[in-house]
Nanobody, 126 residues
Framework: QLVESGGGLVQPGGSLRLSCALS????????IGWFRQAPGKEREGVSC????????YYTDSLKDRFTISRDNVKNIVDLQMNSLKPEDTAVYYC?????????????????????WGQGTQVTVSS
């Protein structure tokens, strides 16, 4: 089971830190991806991290503002989002797949990401 937290309302230029908690499984064996879906748009990949990949992945347009990290002891993956823009407004989801991130940026989202959280709303507005 995955549970996201940390969403909310923030002004442009502000920061938020999202957390994704994995329960009932060992995070060591899973890749965790962060995805987002804005109203009227398809779900898109934001970032992905796993023990099986050499480094985290980011979608190019976000890599300078977003940072993903994982704590295998606490079974948590965080997404630090800085310099937020109104276009970052979306529901943010984390999802798990076994071992590696693979085609994490595929559209539509790869069915290998079989476990999803309920999502957390991020709204960037003044």
């Amino acid at each position: 089971q995955l549970v996201e937290s940390g969403g909310g309302l923030v002004q442009p230029g502000g920061s938020l830190r999202l957390s994704c908690a994995l329960s009932g499984a060992n995070l060591d064996y899973y890749a965790i991806g962060w995805f987002r879906q804005a109203p009227g748009k398809e779900r898109e990949g934001v970032s992905c991290i796993s023990n099986g990949d050499p480094s985290p992945y980011y979608t190019d347009s976000l890599k300078d503002r977003f940072t993903i990290s994982r704590d295998n002891v606490k079974n948590i993956v965080d997404l630090q989002m800085n310099s937020l823009k109104p276009e970052d407004t979306a529901v943010y989801y984390c999802a798990a797949r076994f071992a590696i991130c693979g085609r994490w940026e595929a559209s539509p989202v790869s069915p290998a990401f079989g476990t999803w959280g309920q999502g957390t709303q991020v709204t960037v507005s003044s």
